[in-house]
């Protein structure tokens, strides 16, 4: 159902609304057959009794008499009338209901006609079978269109008043879900600074309850897996230093050894970095204005030392975008050190406005042997390296690291195989 809303709160708002819609309906036909209806009838019976007294010695084809005519008004206020007395007097504007003629003539015997004039007082018109031509005029200063008026108008503010009321109602008890949707967006990027108040129905306090205990939870998870990891770090680096050390004091003959235990030192030194750098990145920063293109430019500088031709083709309008300056050099970083590592031709690097204009792009194109579509996802898990074409050094960490700190900054992350060979790492980043 394309209609029908998809949050709580809509949800609620639609059923309250449907419920008293369907109520206000039932009501107004129940106050129509059983109150307005029945009312009519009876003013119709009241009145055809009157034509009776009007026309109770009458014959047909008699003249009405003047002084019988204004007696009779002057006692009842009812008025006989010809076809262009009537006319004058407002027949003209006034209209016809036939359920009301039907009535009026099955109590006359006869063919009658009824009209109603819409004035103040309502004017009752009736055309009776005994004088056929002559109209009685019957003022009903009781009844009056504005009644019926009056009585749509209360319905239709009983209405809306209960539909204002569901709403109120629907968003007071929706409060407490959307703080706590809210809540667990931040813990989704590794804030957990937010403690719900514990307010609402019984079962809404006891989920917000259970969420701050969650919370509370995986952020004291999170400190020790940090504490753990910078203790872990801290103690291979003291005996990775001892042999390095001692390696530098190898003799000349022994170059090869050196040579091979040094590459080695240095291979896991870069890899307990990327474990601190993937741990560091676990909760969101603070994001400032920055020159995108300025951040993607020095960290293609800085890459050129691999003595490889990268190229960088930038958008003038992306000037000011909100991003952490120095998570963001290691996303271009890790994604410039993976095309060189896992390619041989010329690397591309390009900064671009999204299509729908909501993304500031970083897009790095390489000419390697891509990765299989079947692992386009799986390869942003930490210590997944993807195919075997790929190669397998490194730790597996640095698809992961960009993936973490993107997330971090709201955006999204996606590898494409391009066409002409290789692949397109593209990064965006709201602004």
């Known amino acids: 159902m394309g209609m029908f809303p998809r949050s709580a709160f809509g949800q609620t708002v639609f059923l309250v609304a449907a419920l008293l819609l369907i109520n206000q309906i039932v009501s107004y036909i129940t106050v129509s057959f059983y109150v307005v209806k029945p009312t009519i009838e009876q003013v119709n019976l009241i009145l055809s009794k009157q034509v009776k007294t009007v026309f109770i010695e009458w014959e047909e084809g008699v003249e009405v008499s003047k002084e019988a005519s204004d007696k009779f008004f002057e006692i009842t206020g009812i008025e006989v009338m010809t076809q262009r007395q009537a006319m004058s007097e407002g027949l003209a504007e006034t209209r016809e209901y036939s359920m009301l003629s039907r009535s009026m003539s099955k109590e006359l015997n006869g063919s009658a006609r009824v009209r109603i004039s819409q004035t103040d007082p309502l004017v009752y018109w009736v055309e009776a079978p005994q004088a ?18 009056f009585l749509t108008f209360y319905l239709s503010s009983i209405g809306f008043l209960s539909v204002l009321g569901g709403w109120l109602f629907a968003r007071h008890l929706n409060r407490p879900l959307k703080a706590l949707q809210q809540a667990a967006v931040k813990v989704g990027v590794g804030d ?55 390696t530098e004091m190898m003799s000349d003959d022994e170059d090869y050894l050196r040579e091979g235990i040094i590459h080695d030192i240095e291979d896991m030194n870069a890899i307990i970095d990327q474990f601190i750098e993937y741990l560091r990145h676990h909760k969101r920063e603070e994001l400032e204005l920055e020159d995108l293109n300025a951040i993607v430019s020095e960290v293609v500088e800085a890459e050129q030392k691999h003595h490889r031709t990268i190229t960088f083709k930038e958008n003038p309008s992306l000037s000011e975008v909100p991003v952490s300056m120095v ?13 060189i590592r896992y390619s041989d031709g010329d690397i591309e690097v390009e900064t671009r406005v999204s299509s729908n204009k909501k993304f500031a792009m970083v897009v790095v194109n390489d000419h390697g042997p891509g990765i299989p579509e079947s692992e386009l996802e799986t390869v942003f898990e930490p210590f997944k390296q993807g195919d075997a074409a790929r190669g397998s050094e490194g730790s597996g960490l640095g698809l992961a690291i960009i993936k973490r700190i993107v997330d971090m900054h709201g955006g999204r992350v996606q590898l494409l195989n391009r066409p002409e060979g290789g692949l397109s790492a593209q990064v965006y980043l709201p602004f």
Do not use: C
């Open 132 to 149: 056929p031509g002559y109209w009685v005029r019957v003022p009903l200063t009781g009844l009056q269109e504005n009644n019926l008026k």
């Open 192 to 246: 957990f600074s937010t403690k719900l108040e514990e307010q609402g129905s019984t079962e809404v306090i006891e989920v917000t309850r259970a969420f701050n205990q969650m919370s509370r939870g995986i952020a004291a998870l999170e400190n020790d897996r940090r504490l753990l990891m910078a203790g872990v770090s801290h103690d291979l680096r003291t005996p990775l230093t001892r042999i390095r050390l001692a």
């Open 327 to 339: 998570a963001i050099k290691r996303v271009v970083t890790n994604m410039i050190e993976n095309a």
